[in-house]
């Protein structure tokens, strides 16, 4: 039995049933017949074995009657974690996938992020992403705005009504050609992100933070890459950004900053590179930029279908583990089509086996192996282990109660099977019809509350 120091925090509800989730040294740990208790405050107060019922509801002073017990095809995860999605980008997503990377940006989403400065539809997008995202299992999200500030802000709000966990970027970027009335100057960049963090905070959302957003070196002068950095220090705040995502955008920032020793270099100058920072993609960063992210403590957020779809770059997964990189996998809609973690996972597995196909020596993942980084590596990739990423007491509760067999889901099941059998059918063929709940910090957020 894991318990905490039996403080008096009431319990507000227990689960029995079969538990399953990753710890730093399993990346699949089942528990069968478990029982988790949740206090009023929404933290794992207990975990316990079904055969404890009696000892425990005495220590934790719950009745029977607050047991919820799970039935045999069901079981609880982790709620997953995307640790790189564009709220701003979800009104295409499934579209405009035909063009490189630099040229997608200036086609597609330079123009539809330019329309943010309007509320209404800021309102109707970021509704719908938030919604569609705690559907499909995701407690945890670190998104990128747009540079409007009240639009950014508004996305923290609708998070917080929600009750979605979630970083919340305002982008920067004082440099645009292409589309040159979607650009600030740098001290506008400067000022409207002070703006928007110490708005976000005075808040007091509990279970959302704003997160320091340089869109890319690219769309960046140095000064304000500086100066973002200062800021996040001064703060001590998160930060995501991309990185070393496609050749050609690589080519670019060798240009645009002669004098850094490399795409990594530029942005650690800069103090860009600490153990709160969350970079997307780095598909093509060679392994002394790798040592350099496991030295600062920085992680990556591997993002395959956006890799795919823009034919950016394929990550090899195993060897930013084998570096110690802390690493979560994001969605990266829209240059990714999927709004579902689910996808992510699949990818990820994909992407293993095209290594494997080119090098037989190569390690593939494991379905286990990617669903921790759909979790606990997530949290770890966001430094928000402490709060949430797996079932360890103490920690909050952000699950998902999964049924594999539920009615007209995509799964059909002939017999019994067991849990591990269970999780691999659900993220292989599993959708938002098997996630019959989804709770973050102790709240059920799935299915929705009327209004
Ligand atoms: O996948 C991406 N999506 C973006 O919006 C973006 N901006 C810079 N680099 C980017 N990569
Ligand atoms: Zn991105």
Same mark, same amino acid.
């Given at each position: 039995?894991?318990?905490?120091?039996?403080?008096?925090?009431?319990?507000?509800?227990?689960?029995?049933?079969?538990?399953?989730?990753?710890?730093?040294?399993?990346?699949?740990?089942?528990?069968?017949?478990?029982?988790?208790?949740?206090?009023?405050?929404?933290?794992?107060?207990?975990?316990?074995?079904?055969?404890?019922?009696?000892?425990?509801?005495?220590?934790? &002073?719950?009745?029977?009657?607050?047991?919820?017990?799970?039935?045999?095809?069901?079981?609880?995860?982790?709620?997953?974690?995307?640790?790189?999605?564009? @709220?701003?980008?979800?009104?295409?997503?499934?579209?405009?996938?035909?063009?490189?990377?630099?040229?997608?940006?200036?086609?597609?989403?330079?123009?539809?992020?330019?329309?943010?400065?309007?509320?209404?539809?800021?309102?109707?997008?970021?509704?719908?992403?938030?919604?569609?995202?705690?559907?499909?299992?995701?407690?945890?999200?670190?998104?990128?705005?747009?540079?409007?500030?009240?639009?950014?802000?508004?996305?923290?709000?609708?998070?917080?009504?929600?009750?979605?966990?979630?970083?919340?970027?305002?982008?920067?970027?004082?440099?645009?050609?292409?589309?040159?009335?979607?650009?600030?100057?740098?001290?506008?960049?400067?000022?409207?992100?002070? &703006?928007?963090?110490?708005?976000?905070?005075? &808040?007091?959302?509990?279970?959302?933070?704003? #997160? #320091?957003?340089?869109?890319?070196?690219?769309?960046?002068?140095?000064?304000?890459?500086?100066?973002?950095?200062?800021?996040?220090?001064?703060?001590?705040?998160?930060?995501?950004?991309?990185?070393?995502?496609?050749?050609? /955008?690589?080519?670019?920032?060798?240009?645009?900053?002669?004098?850094?020793?490399?795409?990594?270099?530029?942005?650690?100058?800069?103090?860009?590179?600490?153990?709160?920072?969350?970079?997307?993609?780095?598909?093509?960063?060679?392994?002394?930029?790798?040592?350099?992210?496991?030295?600062?403590?920085?992680?990556?957020?591997?993002?395959?279908?956006?890799?795919?779809?823009?034919?950016?770059?394929?990550?090899?997964?195993?060897?930013?583990?084998?570096?110690?990189?802390?690493?979560?996998?994001?969605?990266?809609?829209?240059?990714?089509?999927?709004?579902?973690?689910?996808?992510?996972?699949?990818?990820?597995?994909?992407?293993?086996?095209?290594?494997?196909?080119?090098?037989? /020596?190569?390690?593939?993942?494991?379905?286990?192996?990617?669903?921790?980084? @759909?979790?606990?590596?997530?949290?770890?990739?966001?430094?928000?282990?402490?709060?949430?990423?797996?079932?360890?007491?103490?920690?909050?509760?952000?699950?998902?109660?999964?049924?594999?067999?539920?009615?007209?889901?995509?799964?059909?099941?002939?017999?019994?099977?067991?849990?591990?059998?269970?999780?691999?059918?659900?993220?292989?063929?599993?959708?938002?019809?098997?996630? #019959?709940?989804?709770?973050?910090?102790?709240?059920? #957020?799935?299915?929705?509350?009327?209004?």
């Amino acid at each position: 039995m894991e318990t905490p120091d039996k403080s008096s925090t009431a319990i507000a509800f227990v689960y029995r049933g079969t538990l399953v989730h990753s710890t730093p040294k399993e990346a699949l740990q089942i528990l069968e017949d478990a029982l988790l208790g949740v206090d009023s405050e929404g933290k794992i107060a207990f975990i316990g074995e079904g055969n404890e019922s009696q000892k425990l509801s005495e220590v934790f &002073r719950f009745s029977p009657s607050a047991v919820t017990q799970l039935d045999q095809h069901e079981f609880l995860m982790p709620g997953m974690i995307d640790t790189h999605i564009h @709220a701003s980008q979800y009104s295409y997503a499934g579209t405009a996938l035909d063009m490189p990377l630099l040229q997608w940006l200036n086609n597609y989403t330079f123009p539809v992020e330019s329309q943010f400065k309007d509320l209404e539809f800021a309102n109707k997008v970021y509704t719908q992403v938030v919604k569609r995202t705690l559907r499909n299992g995701t407690t945890t999200a670190c998104y990128f705005a747009t540079i409007h500030t009240d639009a950014a802000l508004l996305l923290g709000q609708i998070t917080n009504d929600f009750g979605q966990r979630a970083l919340v970027g305002k982008v920067c970027m004082d440099r645009n050609d292409a589309v040159q009335h979607y650009r600030e100057t740098s001290q506008e960049s400067q000022d409207e992100t002070n &703006r928007f963090i110490k708005e976000l905070l005075n &808040r007091k959302y509990p279970l959302v933070k704003p #997160v #320091v957003t340089p869109r890319f070196a690219p769309s960046c002068t140095e000064a304000l890459l500086a100066q973002l950095g200062a800021t996040a220090k001064n703060n001590n705040l998160h930060i995501q950004s991309h990185i070393s995502e496609n050749l050609e /955008e690589i080519k670019l920032v060798k240009e645009l900053f002669p004098k850094s020793e490399s795409y990594s270099d530029v942005y650690h100058k800069c103090n860009l590179l600490t153990d709160k920072t969350v970079m997307a993609h780095g598909c093509h960063l060679s392994d002394k930029e790798l040592a350099l992210f496991r030295e600062t403590g920085a992680a990556l957020s591997h993002c395959p279908n956006s890799n795919f779809s823009l034919c950016s770059g394929l990550l090899n997964v195993r060897n930013v583990l084998n570096h110690k990189v802390k690493l979560g996998l994001g969605t990266d809609v829209a240059g990714g089509y999927s709004s579902s973690m689910l996808d992510a996972v699949r990818r990820t597995l994909d992407g293993s086996k095209v290594l494997t196909i080119q090098d037989r /020596e190569h390690k593939t993942l494991t379905f286990e192996e990617v669903f921790r980084l @759909a979790t606990l590596g997530g949290s770890q990739a966001l430094s928000l282990d402490e709060q949430t990423g797996n079932f360890q007491v103490g920690k909050d509760f952000d699950a998902l109660r999964v049924n594999v067999a539920a009615p007209g889901g995509p799964i059909d099941l002939i017999k019994y099977e067991e849990p591990q059998i269970r999780l691999e059918k659900f993220l292989n063929l599993g959708d938002d019809r098997n996630i #019959v709940e989804v709770f973050v910090a102790g709240r059920k #957020v799935v299915p929705f509350r009327e209004a």
